[in-house]
């Protein structure tokens, strides 16, 4: 299963390095993404899904040091929202930097997840940037369930699907947690 998921990776990265945009299993359910420093990219996932640039968008990170690099958060706190948190959740970040202007809400805060899933793990290691996750429907419509429920328009417009086995791909969302500055967390979703 390794070689499948080191393969998808790579194929995965050669589309994402060209400023594309693909469609992949993620850790909660399937996502669009894109490198989410490229601004043109992460427009084209906002136009395939049909959804407002004033609506962020969140993005997979590897690891607490990429947090660092993307928010003005210090180490401490960071380690301490992670350290409660048990399942795929979402943290919005205060003060983010280094990313598409299109991925901050109206207040610079940025939404980012560290995956439990290989496959995201090791896509984001070959990128060194963040991977833009964004739920694979068209805006208002219902999340997937499955990757039989995508709309097509959206399975059209994609530059590459991922081609992994989908035995145990989870079909709810992330939970969403908003951290303020001084390391208070607060339930979004």
């Known amino acids: ?20 945009v693909i469609l992949y299993p993620t850790d909660t359910i ?15 996932i906002y136009n395939i899904k049909k959804r407002s640039v ?6 997979l990170v590897k690891d607490v040091n990429m947090i660092l690099k993307h928010t003005n958060i210090s180490r401490e706190i960071v380690e301490e929202t992670l350290s409660k948190i048990n ?23 940025v939404g980012l997840r560290i995956p439990e899933n290989k496959f995201c793990l090791k896509l984001i290691s070959f990128m060194n940037t963040p991977l833009v996750s964004s739920s694979a429907n068209i805006h208002k419509e219902p999340f997937p369930g ?7 328009d959206i399975l ?14 989870s079909t709810k969302a992330s939970k969403v947690l908003k951290l303020d500055k001084l390391g208070n967390l607060s339930k979004i979703r």
């Open 156 to 169: 059209k417009q994609v530059d590459y699907v991922v081609n992994l086995p989908n035995d145990n791909w």
């Open 30 to 44: 399937w996502g669009l993404g894109c490198d989410a420093t490229n601004c043109a990219a992460v427009e084209r």
């Open 87 to 109: 399942d795929a959740t979402t943290v919005i970040y205060p003060g983010g930097k280094n990313l598409c202007e299109f991925i901050f809400s109206k207040d610079k805060s």
């Open 54 to 59: 004033n609506t962020p968008l969140l993005s």
């Open 1 to 20: 299963m390794s070689n499948i998921i080191n393969k998808e990776a790579h194929k995965a990265f050669e589309f994402i390095q060209n400023g594309g």
């Open 146 to 152: 499955s990757f039989k429920e995508i709309n097509n």
